[in-house]
């Protein structure tokens, strides 16, 4: 029905066939379609702009369709914008899947259905030369192959229709009728290719090295990169022409004037691909492809595919093509991956009982050549499927194409108890921190998991600013590594007060025991030296935050609240049961490094492994906990987790029993009185080296400050337990080592006996 409707453009003319949205309709923009009056003219719908329908970033005025598209028809429809998209979510692994034809695997590996691959033109590959240009490899395995291809006589200009919907479906955008031929072919295939100006490239030659230190490579995106000697590089005879596997270069770039191409199609590292994306922050399809790996196999089908994409859309023809590649990927001397794995094995590691038919139709779908051979089965993986390497990838293979669903619910059997094996590396370690875990647990803490990232704004909180910075966070929440556990579990310990709304004051017993990161002595900045080793050092640190309550309110519970002797117990009995020997406290006014400003320096003491600080444990500092708003006093402690396990008991050596002597111990207590600055441990330690070989134990058992004791004075009491393995003892030796107690504590401490 003719519709009345008032527009203001000044492109359109009468007979004009243009885009309608009427009443009701959503525009992509967001704008919800309604009758209306302007001008006191009624407007029954809105004729559209090309912009308004979120088809191009502006526009001029309404969008104009060719004079015989059919009136009444949906504008999708017109267009062509009626396909289905589908938005695939792929893990890492699983490179080949970003393609069009890698999809179309799989869709049929399920379906049954049989496959159809796009035209591509069969090139004669000659030797390594391609039309004049000879292909020169220079980087070893690093670009193991190089395929090239010149062209001539060819036309660039727009792309039809077809070309430009089908890149603007998979969020590209048209550009020309040879990069977008090159871009086609890269979606089809997952294998990026390239188109170079034959005209701009230099000496006859291209080929592929590691770059130099320092040199620069000018991009297509108008950028200009300075490479640091890891990058691969594309070279001519005399320039750089391009960083390999992430983009190519701005000299050498086709334009409406070229005549004459040259085509690459190569494979690179995708671990060097990867770090020179990174390093440049050059974020390409291209590289996101190269990343997780081609298929080795697959060039020459490529690059037939792109030279038949080019004819059809710019003409021209083939002048010659021709390739280059190592040992590894000569395709007379390539070798073929295999995996010999018994046949009973799939049942028996899935809990399944599917056929063998069923388990080899499953294999042979996904592009595997299966031979039984006896009991044995060998599976030829295909060449585009990097992430097959071993027989628990078949196996999942076999369980996600016959369905999940047919999975049973079974307990795996053991085929022996759970050990540790003495040959791993770093089991006995790895068993020492799961016996400190199992004990902590057993003390009544509950382990924390945090992550080993954390916040640079968080950390400066706690005073840590020199905290290793993470080139790629995933959030700004995780942009460095951790130096210390402490902030993770203050931040758990928030948490647990803000989200607690019993009536019960909430008791906080957490722990961690896991590495840290700081960076290694003598290092100026973190660097990586090879794949596996960085100037980062790595430390195992144990922290434990304690508050609350000591025990569950009940009737006959006491009421009190933790305090630095229950953290204390916590620490002591965890040495002790670990076998730690040497380990002492110090406070703070004692300290060679003056504490940790984490803590509060009168309430807080530092550890002593052998002569190494070991770690700190007390109140948190009452400036944080203000700054913080802690609702609780926040008992924390820290410990370097290496230092203490040296000095244990061997994880392998059972704790050893001693029995009790046979023969009576005899007491002596001491009233002594000493400056408030003397330490327990001073005291003690004096009393035991002095008494040898018959004072065992020494121990303070009551501190008295007030009248008649004068200011600055303390008066302790010790007692010192003297005893013989083999004999009794009598009055005067034990009167005799008495007597040198007291004269070394007068001596070293000026201590008085009251």
């Known amino acids: 029905e003719p519709l009345e409707i008032v527009c203001g453009a000044q492109n359109m003319k009468a007979g004009d066939i243009v885009a309608l949205a009427q009443v009701g309709a959503n525009l992509p923009n967001g704008m919800k379609i309604a009758a209306g009056k302007i001008r006191g003219v009624v407007s029954n719908g809105m004729l559209c702009s090309e912009s308004e329908l979120k088809l191009a970033d502006s526009s001029e005025g309404i969008l104009i369709l060719p004079p015989s598209t059919p009136l009444g028809r949906p504008l999708a429809e017109i267009l062509g914008r009626n396909d289905s998209i589908f938005h695939l979510k792929l893990t890492a692994n699983r490179g080949d899947c970003l393609s069009q034809w890698g999809i179309a695997r799989e869709v049929a590996s399920h379906t049954g259905k049989p496959l159809r691959a796009p035209k591509a033109a069969e090139l004669d590959f000659k030797g390594a030369t391609a039309g004049g240009i000879a292909i020169d490899l220079q980087a070893e395995d690093l670009a193991p192959q190089f395929y090239g291809c010149v062209m001539e006589g060819v036309k660039i200009g727009p792309s039809p229709e077809w070309v430009k919907t089908k890149l603007e479906s998979m969020g590209s955008r048209s550009i020309n009728s040879v990069v977008d031929a090159t871009n086609l072919v890269m979606f089809e295939f997952g294998h990026p290719v390239h188109a170079y100006d034959l005209a701009l490239l230099e000496g006859a030659r291209i080929g592929v090295r590691l770059a130099n230190a320092g040199e620069k490579v000018p991009l297509l995106d108008e950028t200009e990169v300075t490479c640091d000697g890891s990058e691969l590089v594309i070279v001519d005879g005399k320039k750089t022409v391009g960083l390999a596997g992430v983009m190519g270069g701005g000299n050498t770039s086709v334009s409406d004037k070229t005549t004459r191409l040259f085509l690459e199609c190569a494979e690179f590292h995708p671990g060097r691909v990867r770090k020179a994306s990174s390093r440049h922050v050059k974020k390409t399809d291209a590289a996101h492809r190269f990343e997780r790996g081609v298929d080795p196999r697959g060039l020459p089908r490529v690059m037939g595919r792109l030279a038949q994409l080019i004819q059809e859309l710019s003409g021209g023809k083939i002048v010659g093509a021709g390739a280059a590649f190592r040992p590894s ?46 009991a044995q089965w060998r599976v030829t993986i295909p060449s585009y499927r990097n992430d097959l390497q071993i027989r628990e990838d078949l196996a999942e293979e076999i369980a996600r194409t016959l369905g999940y669903d047919r999975l049973p619910a079974t307990v795996p059997p053991l085929t022996g108890a759970p050990r540790y094996l003495a040959e791993d590396l770093g089991c006995a370690f790895a068993k020492g921190v799961d016996r400190a875990k199992d004990l902590l647990a057993s003390q009544g803490l509950c382990e924390a998991v945090n992550l080993g990232f954390g916040s640079s704004a968080w950390l400066k909180t706690f005073g840590f600013t020199q905290a290793l910075k993470v080139v790629n966070p995933l959030t700004e929440d995780h942009d460095c590594l951790v130096p210390s556990l402490l902030p993770g579990l203050i931040r758990n310990a928030l948490d647990n007060w803000r989200h607690h709304f019993s009536s019960d004051t909430l008791a906080i017993r957490l722990f961690e025991l896991r590495p840290t990161f700081s960076m290694a002595a003598g290092a100026d900045a973190v660097r ?80 002593l492994a052998g002569n190494v600080v070991a770690g700190h444990f007390g109140l948190l500092h009452p400036r944080i906990s203000k700054s913080l708003k802690v609702k609780e006093r926040l008992w924390l402690a820290e410990l370097d987790w290496a230092a203490l396990a040296k000095l244990s008991r061997p994880v392998a050596e059972s704790k050893s029993f001693t029995p009790w002597g046979a023969f009576p111990v005899m007491e002596r207590d001491f009233a002594l009185l000493v400056k408030e600055d003397v330490s327990a441990e001073k005291i003690t330690q004096l009393a035991l080296k002095a008494g040898k070989p018959l004072a065992k134990v020494a121990k303070i058992f009551d501190t008295y400050r007030g009248k008649p004791v004068p200011d600055g004075m303390l008066s302790i009491a010790v007692r010192v337990v003297f005893g013989d393995d083999h004999r009794s003892l009598q009055d005067a030796e034990t009167e005799a080592a008495s007597h040198q107690i007291l004269e070394v504590w007068k001596k070293e401490l000026g201590a008085q006996l009251r």
């Open 329 to 374: 990927r000569d395709p007379k001397l390539a070798k073929t991956r295999e995996v010999l794995v018994e046949g009973a094995y799939f049942n028996r590691f899935l809990g399944t009982t599917f056929t063998t038919e069923e388990q080899k139709g499953a294999l042979e779908a996904h592009g595997c050549a299966v031979k039984v051979e006896g």
């Open 528 to 607: 990586a030296d090879g794949e596996m080793k960085t100037t980062a050092m790595e430390s195992w640190k144990l922290a434990i935050a304690l508050s609350g309550p000591r025990y569950a309110s009940a009737l006959r519970s006491e009421r009190g609240e933790v305090d630095f002797y229950d953290l204390k117990a916590q620490v002591e009995g965890l040495l002790a049961s670990i076998g730690a020997r040497g380990v002492r406290f110090i406070p703070f006014s004692q300290s060679r490094t003056g504490g940790s400003p984490l803590f509060h320096p009168g309430q807080s003491v530092e550890v």
